[in-house]
T-cell receptor
Framework: GQQLNQSPQSMFIQEGEDVSMNCTSSSIFNTWLWYKQDPGEGPVLLIALYKAGELTSNGRLTAQFGITRKDSFLNISASIPSDVGIYFCAGQLQTADYKLSFGAGTTVTVRA | DARVTQTPRHKVTEMGQEVTMRCQPILGHNTVFWYRQTMMQGLELLAYFRNRAPLDDSGMPKDRFSAEMPDATLATLKIQPSEPRDSAVYFC???????????FGNGTRLTVT
């Protein structure tokens, strides 16, 4: 599948801090999605982005679809302990099959 | 909230045994995807269906894996015979259509000894 480069791989953050992670690709995507996975559960959709340059918020989460359609970032503001988990970016190509390619994930650990 | 339901949640089996994993997609969703998650490979796409028809199963080892949708409310993933390297978490995900975000089940954690 298409390679998505997600960074950082992991991060330790202080409760209350703002954090940012991003995803880049050499391919152009029609849709960018951000998921969060808690231990023992499946990924849960956080934000979906459909238009280049689109900036979308979901509570304390904000994500943007890059102008070139090759990148996206996710910001978490005022982090809290329940923000712990693995965050995945995923890209969907506008082809006949609409396969969803996933980044390797960013593991977030919050220090109380 | 509507959810994708997967059973069993955990499965431990011996090498060579058949394993069947089941998925109930969200009602009304017409696309179903099977993913495998491991520490080394992350989330890998195994197969996917649209309107119950298999569209691509190139991610699966054909000699031992098979995926089917007997009806709109059930998708199955079978491994026969299972091998230790098949140990992973297997996720099913469904979408309203191909342009829609996927919703994941909580996975089946498979351990093959």
């Amino acid at each position: 599948g298409q390679q998505l480069n997600q960074s950082p791989q992991s991060m330790f953050i202080q409760e209350g801090e703002d954090v940012s992670m991003n995803c880049t690709s050499s391919s152009i995507f029609n849709t960018w999605l951000w998921y969060k996975q808690d231990p023992g559960e499946g990924p849960v959709l956080l934000i979906a982005l459909y238009k280049a340059g689109e900036l979308t918020s979901n509570g304390r989460l904000t994500a943007q679809f890059g102008i070139t359609r090759k990148d996206s970032f996710l910001n978490i503001s005022a982090s809290i302990p329940s923000d712990v988990g693995i965050y995945f970016c995923a890209g969907q190509l506008q082809t006949a099959d609409y396969k969803l390619s996933f980044g390797a994930g960013t593991t977030v650990t919050v220090r109380a | 909230d509507a959810r994708v339901t997967q059973t069993p949640r955990h499965k431990v089996t011996e090498m060579g045994q058949e394993v069947t994993m089941r998925c109930q997609p969200i009602l009304g969703h017409n696309t179903v995807f099977w993913y495998r998650q491991t520490m080394m490979q992350g989330l890998e796409l195994l197969a996917y269906f649209r309107n119950r028809a298999p569209l691509d199963d190139s991610g699966m080892p054909k000699d031992r894996f098979s995926a089917e949708m007997p009806d709109a409310t059930l998708a199955t993933l079978k491994i026969q015979p299972s091998e230790p390297r098949d140990s992973a978490v297997y996720f099913c995900a469904s979408g309203l259509n191909f342009a829609s975000p996927l919703h994941f089940g909580n996975g089946t954690r498979l351990t093959v000894t």
